[in-house]
């Protein structure tokens, strides 16, 4: 499991649960290409760069069961060949594995071409895993004599959240600043309290928190930056037919429905049920984007990319007070993500968004946890509605295994996320309907899930041994 509860002053910056990367899984692909560039980067510290003649790349557990499925061989090399999840060339990533082999040979920045066979230096470990994590790599550099110069050992915990081998023994919480904010929090409870002792709003709480370490309007550029990335990948999900990559050939729906949905405005009396349609319409396009390795936003992971914006969109289009006005359909997207980021960094403190440590409840469940608390407060609701929203949102989702079919993030990835955003709309609505007042709490649902994925077999735990993934034939 991952690391002890960080102290009550650790801070995850809405920033660092969500971040712009690159499909088709942020464990899997996000996180080895930051331990790439982590790589890199320790070995520009003991000046080590330019004597480097090999590279060998070690996988294990998860990282090796699923990981060619997920993208995870290219995605290191890209990160030992400095690219970075936010900025790297995705059609270049999506060949890269072609390119090297044909090479023979990595490019390190700053130094000469190094040489790499894909069958001898990229090494596939599956019935193995490093001590602190099912997602372990180790990347080594040689010199020109062959003795090794570096290695270290890196944990990819769920989001693209990277820790080396000694910070994740020193239970150190990744992305997690000491940063002396003004309302520190390290549960639901202690968030409430800070809302009723100053009359705020759980967003408002958060931003006051990100102020402290950014000014407002580099808050304001960060959160509308996210939104932008994540209404992209909508719209270009939205326009883009065909098939996804990989060998179940999983055709692309979201386009065909974009066009069924826009055509459906003849005449007659009105679908009721209408906004489903267009809510999963949208976490349909943006997983189909993960899917196909394009740019989307962790929320808080890939696998679970397409909830939070799907909602967002749901919002946008549905809300009375965000229809009126640009000015406060930008706001209220705001509070939404704020509010999203301080459900999430609990189940990140507190249990695990990593669907290789306690199962796709740690993806789909989180995200359609904070989905449905930041619905609520972006309607209007009080934080104990929030808080019952968020809770409401996990505990219809603890269990849930993570059992990619292939070993790729497209069935049943795909539309469980349409599923989660339906389930996050449905669960904020529930918690309107009342003052908040519930039985089971945030925090102890949070403590459940995590025990629920200590207790669940490793086979459901996004290794394709069990579940749809033993079940469903490939082709």
Known sequence: MSAPPAAATAFVSVFDLFKVGVGPSSSHAVGPMRAGGRFLASLDRHGLRAAVRGITVDLYGSLALTGLGHGTPQAVLAGLEGDDPETVDCDRLARLLAIVEEAGELRLPGGPPIRFDLNADLRWHRRETLPAHPNGLRIAATGADGAELLSREYYSVGGGFVVTAGEAEGGAEPASTAADVPHPFDSAAELLALCEASGRAISDVVRANEEAVRSPAEVDAGLDKLWAAMDACVAEGLRTPGVLPGKLQVPRRAAALFEKLNAASAPGPPDPLAALDWLNLWALAVNEQNAAGRRVVTAPTNGAAGIVPAVICYYRRYSPSARQSAEERTAGTRRFLLTAAAIGSLYKKHASISGAEVGCQGEVGVACSMAAGALAEALGGTPRQVEQAAEIGMEHNLGLTCDPVGGLVQVPCI?????????????????????????????????????????????????????????????
């Open 415 to 475: 539309e469980r996320n349409a599923m989660g955003a339906v389930k996050a709309v449905n669960a904020a609505r529930l918690a309107l309907c009342g003052d908040g007042t519930h039985r089971v709490s945030l925090d102890r649902v949070i403590r459940v899930m995590r025990r629920t994925g200590a207790d669940m077999s490793s086979k459901y735990k996004e290794t394709s041994r069990g579940g749809l993934a033993v079940n469903v034939t490939e082709c």
